[in-house]
């Protein structure tokens, strides 16, 4: 069945680079793209293509060449999903915080809600697409809420998940290593995956399009995650043991990466990975394991998370053990808010729990970033933790200004500009020799010591 009319429900991270890429790709395919967030609809509506909701290299581009030709952003939900030949589920898969699973399984209850209002809607057939990161067999309860709410048209469920990561989704999307599609082992399931698979090949080679049953595909992205998360666990578990031993973890990293049967990417050690989906998707694999009764399954998987914090932990100590033996000033600049460099979003920053740390030892902080705002940061600090205190807090936008003011500079987010800092300058106002904590690893190390400063690495001491 040739598809004429898309319609994407979530118009976020996922939703609006992927239906962006769908529909420059395919001009003659009209890509609705709805949210029950006004303000982000109107954000994607926006003249100022620097102020669409998503920071992401080359995705303005994209809106810009299709927006308003055959991509378009509206709060319409009921519209479009009637008009539509097949429905994009995107929407937010958050882990639990109440009830049963609480702390691990994921909330369904944004995809149970499209799910409902997608059955009210219809009055023609039409093939829904889990775009959204589930637990294994959530097509199943998809299936059930339709079915149960409308008996009158046929709906065909189709797993897609979504592999892109943040600051690199536009490149991941125009090239991916693989697109991932579940479906029904039926005339009608191979149908509605023929269909998809159609729209891919637009742009994406036949080879790089993997068809499996709806289960696979479910717990193929699930378990992705996990995999690289670990890696990065299992890197910065080492950093630690070079702290102790001497060795240096680049090199290391390095050395192991270099074995083709492991690779270079993702050993990149840091002050913990973040990111919207690495924790929520293992805690909902532990979920999953534990309600299977895999307990050592689960722990395994669960251990992860557990190195996660402690690296996070560990590099706050570092700092506060750095004040209060050399009786410093209790004041830090804070580079680096986004959880990674190139996107504005803050999820999981690690630079959130490490600020949270500080400022629960009296530490007052200045924060940087060059794409996230001061009303994100305030969000973020009190989500974490209702009574931190404010006065504590300072939000700048040239953070060099009073550089002589800091002892300590803590880099959080790999932004170049960090990196290509003209550092030597910027120690000119400094009165006594300051520390960097490069909590990515991205400054040279010799250089920085030569200026001046006092150079404080994960695993390279
Ligand atoms: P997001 O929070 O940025 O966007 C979700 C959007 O859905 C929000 O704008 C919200 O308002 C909207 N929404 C919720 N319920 C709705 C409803 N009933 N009708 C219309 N809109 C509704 O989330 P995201 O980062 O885009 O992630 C979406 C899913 O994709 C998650 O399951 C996530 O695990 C998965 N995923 C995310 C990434 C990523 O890099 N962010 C990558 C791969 C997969
Ligand atoms: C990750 C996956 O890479 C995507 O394939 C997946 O689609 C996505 O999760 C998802 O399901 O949401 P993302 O979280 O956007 O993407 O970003 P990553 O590049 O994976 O980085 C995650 C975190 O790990 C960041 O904080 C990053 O700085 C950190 N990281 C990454 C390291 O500490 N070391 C590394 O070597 C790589």
Redesign the pocket.
């Given at each position: 069945m040739k598809i004429n009319n898309i319609c994407c429900l979530g118009a976020g991270y996922v939703g609006g680079p992927t239906m962006s890429i769908i529909a420059q790709k395919n001009p003659d395919i009209k890509v609705n793209v709805v949210d029950m967030n006004a303000d982000k609809i109107l954000a994607w509506n926006s003249k100022d293509l620097d102020n669409l909701p998503v920071y992401e290299p080359g995705l303005s581009k994209v809106v810009k060449e299709a927006r308003g030709r055959n991509l378009f952003f509206s709060t319409d939900v009921n519209k479009h999903i009637e008009e539509a030949d097949m429905i994009f589920i995107s929407v937010n898969t958050p882990t639990k915080t109440s009830g049963k699973g609480k702390g691990y399984a994921a909330d369904l209850k944004y995809v149970e809600a499209c799910a409902k209002q997608i059955a009210e809607v219809s009055k023609s057939n039409k093939i829904i697409v889990e775009k959204s990161?589930v637990p294994v067999r959530t097509s199943e309860k998809i299936k059930d809420i339709l079915t149960s709410y409308n008996t009158n048209v046929d709906f065909q469920i189709l797993s897609n998940p979504?592999?892109?990561?943040?600051?690199t989704a536009m490149r991941d999307l125009e090239i991916p290593d693989r697109v991932l599609i579940g479906g029904d082992n039926t005339i009608e399931g191979k149908k509605a995956i023929d269909s998809l698979v159609e729209i891919y090949s637009s742009w994406v080679p036949k080879k790089n399009i993997l068809t499996t049953n709806l289960w696979s595909s479910e717990l193929s992205k699930l378990t992705?995650?996990a995999f690289?998360a670990q890696r990065?666990s299992s890197i910065n578990s080492l950093s630690e043991l070079c702290e102790e031993t001497g060795a240096d973890i680049e090199e290391v990293s390095k050395a192991i990466g270099m074995d083709s049967r492991i690779g270079k990417?993702?050993?990149?050690?840091?002050v913990g990975?973040?990111?919207?989906?690495?924790q929520k998707?293992i805690l909902n694999l532990v979920y999953i394991s534990r309600s299977l009764g895999l307990k050592k399954v689960a722990d395994y998987w669960e251990q992860i998370l557990i190195i996660n914090e402690h690296q996070r932990d560990r590099f706050s100590k570092k700092i506060i053990k750095c004040i209060k033996n050399r009786n410093l000033k209790p004041k830090v600049l804070i580079l680096g808010w986004a959880?990674?460099k190139n996107t504005n979003d803050t999820r999981e920053s690690?630079a959130i729990y490490v600020a949270n740390n500080l400022l629960n030892k009296g530490i007052s902080i200045e924060i940087y970033d060059p794409q996230v705002k001061e009303n994100q940061v305030n969000f973020d600090l009190s989500n974490l933790n209702p009574d931190y205190n404010k006065s504590l807090v300072n939000f700048v936008f040239e953070p060099f200004q009073n550089i002589s003011d800091y002892n300590i500079i803590a880099i959080m987010t790999?932004w170049d500009e960090f990196m290509n800092y003209d550092w030597k300058t910027v120690y000119n106002g400094i009165k006594k020799p300051a520390f960097i904590f490069d909590g990515r690893n991205i400054l040279n190390r010799e250089l920085i010591k030569k200026i001046g400063f006092n150079y404080k690495g994960l695993g390279r001491e």
């Amino acid at each position: 069945m040739k598809i004429n009319n898309i319609c994407c429900l979530g118009a976020g991270y996922v939703g609006g680079p992927t239906m962006s890429i769908i529909a420059q790709k395919n001009p003659d395919i009209k890509v609705n793209v709805v949210d029950m967030n006004a303000d982000k609809i109107l954000a994607w509506n926006s003249k100022d293509l620097d102020n669409l909701p998503v920071y992401e290299p080359g995705l303005s581009k994209v809106v810009k060449e299709a927006r308003g030709r055959n991509l378009f952003f509206s709060t319409d939900v009921n519209k479009h999903i009637e008009e539509a030949d097949m429905i994009f589920i995107s929407v937010n898969t958050p882990t639990k915080t109440s009830g049963k699973g609480k702390g691990y399984a994921a909330d369904l209850k944004y995809v149970e809600a499209c799910a409902k209002q997608i059955a009210e809607v219809s009055k023609s057939n039409k093939i829904i697409v889990e775009k959204s990161t589930v637990p294994v067999r959530t097509s199943e309860k998809i299936k059930d809420i339709l079915t149960s709410y409308n008996t009158n048209v046929d709906f065909q469920i189709l797993s897609n998940p979504e592999f892109l990561a943040e600051g690199t989704a536009m490149r991941d999307l125009e090239i991916p290593d693989r697109v991932l599609i579940g479906g029904d082992n039926t005339i009608e399931g191979k149908k509605a995956i023929d269909s998809l698979v159609e729209i891919y090949s637009s742009w994406v080679p036949k080879k790089n399009i993997l068809t499996t049953n709806l289960w696979s595909s479910e717990l193929s992205k699930l378990t992705a995650n996990a995999f690289l998360a670990q890696r990065i666990s299992s890197i910065n578990s080492l950093s630690e043991l070079c702290e102790e031993t001497g060795a240096d973890i680049e090199e290391v990293s390095k050395a192991i990466g270099m074995d083709s049967r492991i690779g270079k990417n993702f050993l990149k050690t840091s002050v913990g990975f973040g990111g919207s989906c690495f924790q929520k998707d293992i805690l909902n694999l532990v979920y999953i394991s534990r309600s299977l009764g895999l307990k050592k399954v689960a722990d395994y998987w669960e251990q992860i998370l557990i190195i996660n914090e402690h690296q996070r932990d560990r590099f706050s100590k570092k700092i506060i053990k750095c004040i209060k033996n050399r009786n410093l000033k209790p004041k830090v600049l804070i580079l680096g808010w986004a959880f990674k460099k190139n996107t504005n979003d803050t999820r999981e920053s690690a630079a959130i729990y490490v600020a949270n740390n500080l400022l629960n030892k009296g530490i007052s902080i200045e924060i940087y970033d060059p794409q996230v705002k001061e009303n994100q940061v305030n969000f973020d600090l009190s989500n974490l933790n209702p009574d931190y205190n404010k006065s504590l807090v300072n939000f700048v936008f040239e953070p060099f200004q009073n550089i002589s003011d800091y002892n300590i500079i803590a880099i959080m987010t790999e932004w170049d500009e960090f990196m290509n800092y003209d550092w030597k300058t910027v120690y000119n106002g400094i009165k006594k020799p300051a520390f960097i904590f490069d909590g990515r690893n991205i400054l040279n190390r010799e250089l920085i010591k030569k200026i001046g400063f006092n150079y404080k690495g994960l695993g390279r001491e």
